[in-house]
């Protein structure tokens, strides 16, 4: 707990915002190291991803919406998660997602670069099996 008080501290100080300020959707992008246009599309994908809509379609996110797009992008960029997998996650808990939250491994829809090159060895031996029966 204590790392997070210390994150939103240090997040208050490079913005200039207390944590409970709305952010405009660059803010949010440069602190989550984010394009806009990943933003945008996640609004697409996450129906809990809510930010307020002003003038002129500006959005306005709420901080309670910058916790869930960290926990989005850790899970998809650290814990190899799809978007499909994370939406299944916030459907499997009520549409919140603190961090610790995983599915069962067998459930899991990560499919780790080691996992992906033994399946890759796999399919080639496959093919080449199959090309000696032919």
Same mark, same amino acid.
């Given at each position: 707990?204590? /790392?997070?008080?210390?994150?939103?501290?240090?997040?208050?100080?490079? @913005?200039?915002?207390?944590?409970?300020?709305?952010?405009? !959707?660059?803010?949010?992008?440069? #602190?989550?190291? /984010?394009?806009?246009?990943? =933003?945008r599309?996640? #609004? @697409?994908?996450?129906? %809990?991803?809510?930010?307020?809509?002003?003038? +002129?379609?500006?959005?306005?996110?709420?901080p309670?919406? &910058?916790?869930? &797009?960290?926990? !989005?992008?850790?899970?998809?960029?650290?814990?190899?998660?799809? !978007?499909?997998? $994370?939406?299944?996650?916030?459907?499997?808990? +009520? +549409?919140?997602?603190?961090k +610790?939250? @995983? $599915?069962?491994?067998?459930?899991? @829809?990560?499919?780790?670069? #080691?996992?992906?090159? #033994? =399946?890759?060895?796999? &399919?080639?031996?496959?093919?080449?099996? %199959?090309?000696? &029966?032919?």
């Open positions: 707990m204590a /790392l997070a008080s210390e994150q939103t501290a240090s997040n208050q100080k490079r @913005s200039g915002k207390s944590a409970s300020a709305f952010r405009t !959707i660059s803010e949010v992008a440069k #602190e989550l190291d /984010l394009p806009q246009h990943v =933003l599309f996640w #609004e @697409s994908k996450f129906p %809990q991803i809510k930010p307020m809509k002003r003038g +002129g379609g500006r959005r306005y996110y709420r309670e919406d &910058l916790v869930m &797009l960290r926990r !989005i992008r850790d899970l998809l960029y650290d814990d190899g998660y799809t !978007i499909k997998g $994370v939406q299944k996650l916030l459907k499997e808990n +009520g +549409g919140k997602i603190e +610790g939250t @995983s $599915v069962p491994q067998d459930q899991a @829809s990560a499919l780790t670069p #080691e996992k992906s090159a #033994e =399946l890759k060895s796999v &399919l080639t031996e496959l093919e080449d099996i %199959q090309k000696l &029966l032919s």
